[in-house]
């Protein structure tokens, strides 16, 4: 269900991140300027260190999809689609439908993204994105509701499709495909779903539907959370890095967090590791700053439809 492999430019985690840092190729002057920027509050492009840059949102971007939408903070681009189809549930999960998450990093995004330093990076931020939009294989702590995708219990249920391509990148990029994800789901209609017959006496007879062209339930995603991660350089540790910033970190966490500020998932990336006491301020720091993060999202959003709706 690659929706949108298909689609190049216009006219990193772990030891991904760290060879795409490796090949900013910075003076020891430059890095110093970085990092003593970063100590200072005061970034190279202005920025303080919980500040993002301008966010950008356009929906109904791949029009044979269910739901899309393209995400440009900064110098990040990316673009999510999401593909609906009717399936049976896993039989460890029978009232629950299913999600898939597949990213695919342009090679013209960045050098590293040829070959199979990109298929590694693309593998390492669909896990990531699954550990933080879906929680444990249990689902508990998912940001996605997953029972919402179920249509009658044991037999039939909706599969996601989630596609995410990296456009270009300067950056942040697990936080922006969260962000592009949220907001092709929030641009996600789900064909009403009529159950015909089920036959509750035979498990292995599947029930006749009749699924609708032209009604539509919304996708709700008032409980998706957003990725905010906070990257840490020398002492201090900053949302929404760019490329040359992150060459410069020890560590990094990425927390999914949800307008009611529950946590629904967490990941690290770098070799450094972390205090325990460390982490829980960095969760106090992701919550905080993931109100703006997701006021901001909804509003550019909500303007988004409103100009699809226009077109």
Same mark, same amino acid.
Request: aromatic share 4%; proline share 4%.
């Given at each position: 269900?690659?929706?949108?492999?298909?689609?190049?430019?216009?006219?990193?985690?772990?030891?991904?991140?760290?060879?795409?840092?490796?090949?900013?190729?910075?003076?020891?002057?430059?890095?110093?300027?970085?990092?003593?920027?970063?100590?200072?509050?005061?970034?190279?492009?202005?920025?303080?260190?919980?500040?993002?840059?301008?966010?950008?949102?356009?929906?109904?971007?791949?029009?044979?999809?269910?739901?899309?939408?393209?995400?440009?903070?900064?110098?990040?681009?990316?673009?999510?689609?999401?593909?609906?189809?009717?399936?049976?549930?896993?039989?460890?999960?029978?009232?629950?439908?299913?999600?898939?998450?597949?990213?695919?990093?342009?090679?013209?995004?960045?050098?590293?993204?040829?070959?199979?330093?990109?298929? $590694?990076? &693309?593998?390492?931020?669909?896990?990531?994105?699954?550990? +933080?939009? !879906?929680?444990?294989?249990? %689902? =508990? /702590?998912?940001?996605?509701?997953?029972?919402?995708?179920?249509?009658?219990?044991?037999?039939?249920?909706?599969?996601?499709?989630?596609?995410?391509?990296?456009?270009?990148?300067?950056?942040?990029?697990?936080?922006?495909?969260?962000?592009?994800?949220?907001?092709?789901?929030?641009?996600?209609?789900?064909?009403?779903?009529?159950?015909?017959?089920?036959?509750?006496?035979?498990?292995?007879?599947?029930?006749?539907?009749?699924?609708?062209?032209?009604?539509?339930?919304?996708?709700?995603?008032?409980?998706?959370?957003?990725?905010?991660?906070?990257?840490?350089?020398?002492?201090?540790?900053?949302?929404?890095?760019?490329?040359?910033?992150?060459?410069?970190?020890?560590? $990094?966490? &990425?927390?999914?967090?949800?307008?009611?500020?529950?946590? +629904?998932? !967490?990941?690290?990336?770098? %070799? =450094? /590791?972390?205090?325990?006491?460390?982490?829980?301020?960095?969760?106090?720091?992701?919550?905080?700053?993931?109100?703006?993060?997701?006021?901001?999202?909804?509003?550019?959003?909500?303007?988004?439809?409103?100009?699809?709706?226009?077109?």
């Amino acid at each position: 269900m690659q929706l949108i492999s298909s689609l190049s430019s216009p006219p990193p985690l772990k030891h991904c991140h760290q060879g795409i840092s490796s090949m900013s190729g910075l003076s020891l002057g430059e890095k110093n300027f970085i990092r003593g920027g970063i100590a200072q509050d005061l970034r190279c492009d202005g920025r303080k260190r919980l500040s993002y840059r301008p966010i950008h949102v356009d929906t109904g971007v791949i029009p044979q999809a269910n739901g899309s939408a393209r995400i440009r903070i900064g110098g990040t681009d990316v673009i999510a689609s999401v593909k609906a189809e009717l399936g049976r549930p896993n039989s460890s999960q029978p009232d629950k439908g299913k999600v898939s998450i597949h990213i695919d990093c342009s090679a013209t995004a960045a050098p590293i993204f040829q070959g199979k330093g990109g298929e $590694a990076l &693309s593998t390492e931020l669909a896990a990531d994105l699954q550990r +933080c939009l !879906l929680g444990g294989k249990s %689902g =508990a /702590g998912a940001g996605i509701d997953l029972s919402s995708l179920s249509i009658v219990e044991g037999k039939v249920c909706w599969d996601l499709y989630i596609d995410g391509l990296v456009v270009s990148s300067d950056g942040n990029m697990l936080d922006a495909l969260g962000a592009a994800i949220k907001a092709a789901l929030s641009d996600t209609g789900i064909p009403k779903v009529n159950v015909i017959a089920a036959d509750s006496t035979s498990a292995g007879d599947q029930p006749e539907v009749d699924v609708s062209d032209e009604e539509f339930l919304q996708f709700d995603t008032s409980a998706v959370p957003v990725i905010v991660t906070l990257t840490k350089v020398g002492k201090h540790y900053i949302v929404d890095a760019t490329e040359e910033e992150e060459s410069q970190m020890s560590s $990094a966490m &990425s927390v999914s967090i949800n307008r009611k500020g529950l946590i +629904c998932g !967490l990941t690290k990336r770098g %070799g =450094a /590791g972390v205090d325990p006491s460390i982490v829980l301020d960095m969760i106090s720091v992701a919550k905080y700053v993931s109100e703006n993060f997701i006021n901001k999202l909804d509003s550019e959003i909500a303007a988004a439809e409103a100009r699809e709706e226009e077109s």
